[in-house]
């Protein structure tokens, strides 16, 4: 799967925990708790979301040499323009040594 298609996976899974998130502060506003069902659905989005992040972060690690990885804890998406960027370059290199 390429760093795009995780990175769109990840913002799906970062839509998901939102609205569920959401959901739960509603309750919560209410004067309600969540019930086990709320919460055991927010900790498998965000657990998603987690893994979906270390995928993106291996994905990037991967194709990047370290002095253009980005730091550890960056936003996914600077990840994702990193390689972008990257591949841009090697592309540029390779034409101009044509």
């Known amino acids: 799967m390429s760093i795009e298609e995780l990175f769109q996976r990840f913002n799906d899974y970062a839509d998901t925990s939102k609205q569920y998130l959401d959901s739960m502060l509603s ?6 708790v969540p019930t086990p069902k709320n919460v055991s659905e927010l900790e498998e989005s965000i657990k998603n979301l987690q893994m979906t ?11 990047l040499p370290a002095d253009e990885m980005p730091d550890d ?3 996914a998406g600077e990840f ?5 960027t990257s591949q841009s370059l ?3 290199r390779q034409l101009e040594e044509a």
Request: proline share 4%; aromatic share 10%; glycine share 4%.
């Open 27 to 32: 309750i919560i506003s209410e004067g309600r």
């Open 53 to 63: 992040y270390s995928s993106v972060y291996q994905a990037a690690l991967s194709q």
């Open 73 to 75: 804890d960056a936003p």
């Open 80 to 84: 994702v323009e990193a390689v972008k």
């Open 90 to 92: 090697a592309y540029k």
